[in-house]
């Protein structure tokens, strides 16, 4: 998967602001950040989308779920057993939805009041 943009970046090919990893997952902050956290949680195996993840190895989905969990706990989006103040996350998924990397992927979003319906 040489041409997948975040398979380079879990290789290290690419530099990114790395803030979690654990051995089957990497969470990065997003080059163009659209809140004061904004960070993309990815398993380091390619899989295109959440639905294709989630029949191949539900396990892993649930551990990109663990690791973005972790992260908005340790941007102080949460507390390890609470939901406020809260934050996001969003799978874009197919063209429709605006997916523009085509290996699954989370965004974390928090530290803004977060809109609803997105666009
Ligand atoms: P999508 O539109 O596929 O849901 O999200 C892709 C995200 O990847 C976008 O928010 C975009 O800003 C981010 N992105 C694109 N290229 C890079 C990069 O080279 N490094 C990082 N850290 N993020 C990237
Ligand atoms: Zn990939």
Not at 45 to 52: C, D, K, M, R, V
Not at 61 to 70: E, I, R, Y
Request: glycine fraction near 8%; charged fraction near 15%.
């Amino acid at each position: 998967m040489n041409d997948c943009l975040f398979c380079r970046i879990v290789a290290r090919e690419i530099p990114a602001d790395v803030v979690h990893e654990t051995d089957r997952t990497l969470a990065f902050r997003d080059v163009n950040p659209q809140a004061p956290t904004h960070v993309l949680v990815v398993p380091k195996e390619h899989h295109a989308t959440a639905g294709l993840l989630v029949g191949a190895d539900p396990q892993l989905l649930a551990d990109v779920v663990a690791s973005a969990h972790a992260v908005a706990v340790q941007e102080g989006l949460v507390t390890d057993d609470g939901a406020e103040p809260g934050y996001r996350l969003v799978a874009n998924t197919g063209p429709a939805a605006g997916q523009t990397v085509h290996h699954l992927h989370l965004h974390v979003l928090g530290g803004r009041p977060l809109t609803w319906p997105p666009g």
